[in-house]
């Protein structure tokens, strides 16, 4: 159980792009996700906290208008990098809770974007 | 300040033997939570500690939790090849908002 599923795992594109990543939770409802950003042998960053039907809480340093989270059901929430540039690439992961706050984070298997 | 340090930063251990894994943190904790991570990939979580609780075992794992020196360590029984990955503590505070995760401490289980 507990299944979230990120999609797509893989992505290249051009500067200037904007791209859309998926988190789904397949198999429970999920009120509240993340969106974490991970460079190369580095911990997780946390970018924001989605929450269905709300706006997303960001992190101090993240800027809303380049990230773009949308949470509108309990099961699907994504990002959209817009206008992305080599900076950009990274590998983001996402999690969801189930539930309230003191509960594991069920994460997807992240998205690998690189800008070209 | 940074919440949930780990050390060490790197461990190389043979197979079959057992691997530990310190994390220290700074503030109040609700319950603090070991993930693991394979290259490339997603986290998995592992096992969760309350702050009441001392030590907790699943399966090979074993985490104890000291909340006089704001630390817990993570023990890995007879080790194996696939055991390889990072693993990551992370806190969660009172406040139940978010996770903050360690630096992570890489494992590499040689056969």
């Known amino acids: 159980g507990a299944v979230v599923s990120q999609h797509p795992s893989w992505v290249i594109c051009k500067s200037g792009t904007s791209v859309k990543i998926e988190c789904r939770s397949l198999d429970f409802q999920a009120t509240t996700m993340f969106w974490y950003r991970q460079f190369p042998k580095q911990s997780l960053m946390l970018m924001a906290t989605?929450?269905?039907?709300?706006?997303?809480?960001?992190e101090q340093g993240v800027e809303k208008d380049k990230f773009l989270i949308n949470h509108a059901s309990l099961t699907l929430s994504t990002l959209t990098v817009t206008s992305a540039h080599p900076e950009d690439s990274s590998f983001y992961i996402c999690?969801?809770?189930?539930?309230?706050?003191?509960?594991?984070?069920?994460f997807g298997d992240g998205t690998r974007l690189s800008i070209l | 300040s940074q919440q949930g340090e780990e050390d060490p930063q790197a461990l190389s251990i043979q197979e079959g033997e057992n691997a530990t894994m310190n994390c220290s943190y700074k503030?109040?904790?609700?319950?603090l939570q070991w993930y693991r991570q394979n290259s490339g990939r997603g986290l998995v979580h592992l096992i969760l500690?309350?702050?009441?609780?001392r030590e907790k075992h699943s399966g090979r794992l074993r985490v104890t939790l000291d909340t006089s020196k704001k630390s817990s360590s993570l023990l890995i029984t007879a080790s194996r090849a696939a055991d390889t990955a990072s693993y990551f503590c992370?806190?969660?505070?009172?406040?139940?908002?978010?996770?903050?995760f360690g630096e992570g401490t890489q494992l590499t289980v040689n056969p």
């Open positions: 500690i309350r702050s009441n609780e």
């Open positions: 503030t109040s904790i609700n319950n």
């Open positions: 999690s969801a809770r189930v539930g309230g706050g003191h509960q594991p984070q069920h």
């Open positions: 992370a806190t969660d505070i009172p406040s139940g908002s978010r996770l903050t």
């Open positions: 989605s929450n269905e039907g709300s706006k997303a809480t960001y």
